[in-house]
């Protein structure tokens, strides 16, 4: 499910970063330019790799495992679900199951036009000379090499992230719970007054 958010905020992104791009957007498709950018998305593999991302957020679903996650922000459902898992398990995978079809169908309709958005962007923000150059460039052997270890560089950036970043944002707000605590006092102060009658 993380994925399939990640994606679909991505492409939310690309679409306010599109309206906030209009010259680029008011440049007309011409169609030799939009074949040129049909080229480039089929040369990425965009669909396939939207396939593959849709998949496994699908597959979680499936699992059950996303709409437990969903349920376990509810007051009182880990200790429940802890108690009964046997009883809860199946119950979960059903509607998972239910969750997956759903979106399923949605990826199946929509998959195409995302494709077709993703080729339209190439066009609006790249020239057909640009394209086919970079075209060119993605069919050399250095071309080929970036597309086929990109996803291992993009994956070692994600992991320094999370280690050199993500592990000390969590140790460093751990670290100054009582500052935030603090700030957020007035909170539970107003809440507390709330309910004195």
């Known amino acids: 499910m993380k994925t399939l958010i990640v ?5 939310a992104v690309a679409g306010a970063a599109q309206a906030q791009t209009k010259p680029a957007a008011a440049r007309p498709m011409d169609p030799a330019t939009l074949q040129s950018a049909a ?3 089929a040369q990425l593999n965009i669909k396939a790799k939207l396939q593959t991302q849709m998949a496994g957020s699908i597959a979680q679903m499936k699992s059950g495992a996303v709409i437990r996650a969903m349920l376990a922000q509810q007051p009182g459902f880990i200790p429940a ?3 009964n898992k046997a009883k809860f398990d199946p119950v979960l995978a059903k509607a998972g199951a239910i969750q997956a079809e759903i979106a399923q169908g949605v990826v199946n309709q929509n998959l195409n036009s995302v494709v077709t958005a993703a080729t339209q962007a190439y066009a609006r923000q790249f ?13 050399t052997p250095a071309g080929q090499a970036l597309m086929r270890k ?5 994956a070692a950036i994600g992991q320094a992230t999370g280690q050199l970043i993500g592990a000390k944002i969590d140790a460093a707000m751990q670290a100054n719970a009582k500052r935030l605590g603090a700030a957020l006092a007035p909170l539970s102060s107003n809440a507390q007054q709330a309910k004195t009658p």
């Open 7 to 11: 994606a679909v905020a991505a492409l």
């Open 39 to 41: 080229a480039i998305v």
């Open 81 to 83: 679900y802890q108690a």
């Open 127 to 139: 020239t057909k000379a640009e394209l086919d150059a970079i075209l060119a460039f993605y069919r």
């Open 150 to 154: 990109e996803p291992a560089v993009a």
